[in-house]
Structure formats: structure tokens, C-alpha cells
């Protein structure tokens, strides 16, 4: 069994910071890639930040320049630096690690909610 604890949600003003981290634990799984998806209430889950094992990172546009994600690979973590945060980044956090960006293990999700 595979199991992801994040941590690091929370309520935050608009232009503040957050950090979540999640850690990876279990048998027999690939951190390959390991993302960061969000899903705000009576929307679809979204990709948010995705890092490949040689390094290479994607992020949504919505959040360029503002989040940053990295790993601990020896530690099987992965974070993601949340800057300048806006209203409309409210919503519930998933951590992601797998093989490819399919078939692979969910967190249970943490809430960030921005709002003055």
C-alpha cells in the first residue's frame, strides 16, 4: 500500500505564502513523476506543478512565476513554494506521484483557501 501525506495547507491572505510537502511512503512505487493538482469547488481537478526525475518541471499558466515546485527524491518528497497567492488559488491540493501522469497514487487532498 501506498500512502502520500501532505501538509502545509491553510487559510492565507491574497499576496501571502505557502509551502505544501508531501511525502511518499509505502511499497512498490515510482516517483517518476511526482505533481501537485488542485480542485476548486464545481470545477475539474487541474495540473498545477509536475517535476520528471531528470529534473524538468511544468507548472499551469495560471501560476507561472508564482509557485515553485522541487523534490527530496531521497526522501521521496515533493513541495511546492506558493507565492503571491490570489483568491482564485483556493482550493483542495492533491499530491501525485507515479510512473506518468496517469495510473499512479493520490493524497488525500489539503486546503489552501486565500481570502482577505
Known amino acids: 500500500q501506498v500512502q502520500l501525506a501532505e501538509s502545509g495547507g491553510g487559510s492565507v491572505q491574497p499576496g501571502g505564502s505557502l509551502r505544501l510537502s508531501c511525502t511518499a511512503s509505502?511499497?512498490?512505487?515510482?516517483?517518476?513523476?511526482m505533481a501537485w493538482y488542485r480542485q476548486a469547488p464545481g470545477k475539474e481537478r487541474e495540473l498545477v506543478a509536475a517535476?520528471?526525475?531528470?529534473?524538468?518541471?511544468t507548472y499551469a499558466e495560471s501560476v507561472k512565476g508564482r509557485f515553485i515546485i522541487s523534490t527530496v527524491k531521497a526522501r521521496n518528497t515533493v513541495y511546492l513554494q506558493m507565492n503571491s497567492l490570489k483568491p482564485e488559488d483556493t482550493a483542495v491540493y492533491y499530491c501525485?506521484?507515479?510512473?506518468?501522469?496517469?495510473?499512479?497514487?493520490w493524497g488525500q487532498g489539503t486546503q489552501v483557501t486565500v481570502s482577505s
Open positions: 501525485y506521484t507515479g510512473f506518468s501522469t496517469r495510473a499512479g497514487h
Open positions: 517535476i520528471v526525475s531528470g529534473g524538468t518541471t
Open positions: 509505502g511499497r512498490s512505487f515510482s516517483t517518476n513523476v
